[in-house]
């Protein structure tokens, strides 16, 4: 099993910046690929980034590249999502994921096997 810890969220204004911190523990070995999700009251969880544990190739989904950046630090077994020009519509409960079997659908939830508890972040205009 997978146990994920998120850490790093809160208020912030338009224009700036966070950085989430997901700690993995457990079968970390198993892990294929990191990711983030995030939700929003009343509406679906959305892909945000993903990155392969392995090779490091990275994925974005267009309302946030090139403001977000995924990372990893394999010898932590810790992944980050470092926010930028953060925007109000950015506000949601942002979830990290593990995704211990390849899937050509880095982008679909249903594809992940564990999920953090999730962390509010917060954007004010």
């Known amino acids: 099993q997978v146990q994920l810890v998120e850490s790093g969220g809160g208020l912030v204004q338009a224009g700036g910046s966070l950085r989430l911190s997901c700690d993995a523990s457990?079968?970390?070995?198993?892990?294929?690929?990191m990711g983030w999700f995030r939700q929003a009251p009343g509406k679906e969880r959305e892909f945000v980034a993903a990155?392969?544990?392995?090779?490091?190739?990275?994925y974005y989904a267009d309302a946030v590249k090139g403001r977000f950046t995924i990372s990893r630090d394999n010898a932590k077994n810790t992944v980050y999502l470092q926010m930028n020009s953060l925007k109000p519509e950015d506000t949601a409960v942002y979830y990290c994921?593990?995704?211990?079997?390849?899937?050509?659908?880095?982008?679909?939830?249903?594809?992940?096997?564990?999920w953090g508890q999730g962390n509010q972040v917060t954007v004010s205009s």
């Open positions: 994921a593990a995704e211990l079997d390849y899937s050509p659908r880095h982008f679909s939830p249903l594809e992940y096997d564990a």
């Open positions: 457990g079968r970390t070995f198993n892990i294929y690929r």
């Open positions: 990155i392969r544990t392995g090779g490091g190739s990275t």
